[in-house]
């Protein structure tokens, strides 16, 4: 089916391809069907490009792409509502704030989005970790993460040789 | 509006299972307990308005083309798409 966006046009979208939001994203409880638009090549961002109103899309990226870790709990109420029962179709996005100068782009730790790979059901969850907020620096995280994976190759590299255990 | 007056460790209820009672009153601050089944999503009322004012800031966002000016050093510091989200 075809639908028009103010940011890419008119689109061919892939009605397989939607994903339900029964209620919606907080702030935006009546639009509740959504598809994921890949950006560039290799570029991590993604659009979640709103189907029932074509001016509404999200930049979603995964947290993981820019974080050493994302630890979140999803209860059993949201598993219950998106008939999350196996934990490896649980994917997870977090929205992104662009601002006029990109080096200050948040991401919104604290309501990130799950969804079901299953059965293509989402929702916006809130996370109860209070490290998460809702506007955390992605290239403040980036460099933490540099740091991260910097020191465990170098706890890597002090290991003696042909110690295999 | 329904106002209810409670001293200290009175209860409300709200349906069959969810209960709230009246743990400590400070100066300007009460303490409340709740009792909820797990089901209930209970959450502080400035947190789900947060998430939405930050929604809607984040839906202002119309291109990425900003990110275009970062140095290509920090780009190329982003992790490889999940193969996760491949099953989208």
């Not at chain 1, 940011?7 to 409880?29: A, H, N, Q, S, V």
């Not at chain 2, 709200?14 to 307990?33: A, C, H, N, P, R």
């Not at chain 2, 209970?42 to 202002?60: F, G, L, P, S």
């Amino acid at each position: 089916m075809k639908i028009s966006t103010s940011r890419f046009g008119k689109i061919e979208i892939i009605k397989d391809e939607i994903i339900t939001f029964e209620e919606g994203l907080l702030g935006f409880g009546e639009y509740h069907q959504y598809v994921i638009l890949n950006a560039d090549d290799g570029s991590p961002f993604r659009w979640l490009q709103c189907v029932d109103d074509g001016n509404l899309a999200f930049v979603i990226i995964e947290p993981l792409s820019f974080m050493f870790e994302y630890d979140i709990e999803i209860s059993d109420s949201d598993a219950a509502f998106i008939s999350l029962e196996r934990a490896e179709d649980a994917v997870l996005y977090v929205i992104v704030s662009i601002p006029a100068n990109p080096s200050d782009m948040t991401a919104n730790l604290q309501g990130p989005l799950v969804i079901n790979a299953a059965n293509r059901k989402g929702r916006q969850i809130i996370s109860s970790n209070s490290r998460h907020s809702v506007k955390v620096r992605i290239l403040d995280e980036m460099e933490k993460r540099a740091a991260k994976l910097k020191e465990v190759q170098e706890s890597l590299d002090s290991k003696p040789e042909g110690d295999e255990s | 509006m329904l106002v209810l007056t409670r001293k200290i460790n009175e209860k409300i209820i709200i349906g069959d299972d969810v209960e709230i009672v009246l743990v400590d009153i400070g100066k300007d601050q009460v303490k409340i307990g709740i009792n909820a089944p797990r089901s209930v999503k209970v959450h502080r009322w400035e947190v789900y308005e947060e998430i939405q004012k930050e929604n809607r800031e984040a839906a202002k966002t119309t291109s990425l083309d900003p990110l275009k000016s970062l140095p290509q050093d920090i780009l190329n510091k982003f992790g490889k798409k999940d193969s996760k989200a491949k099953k989208l």
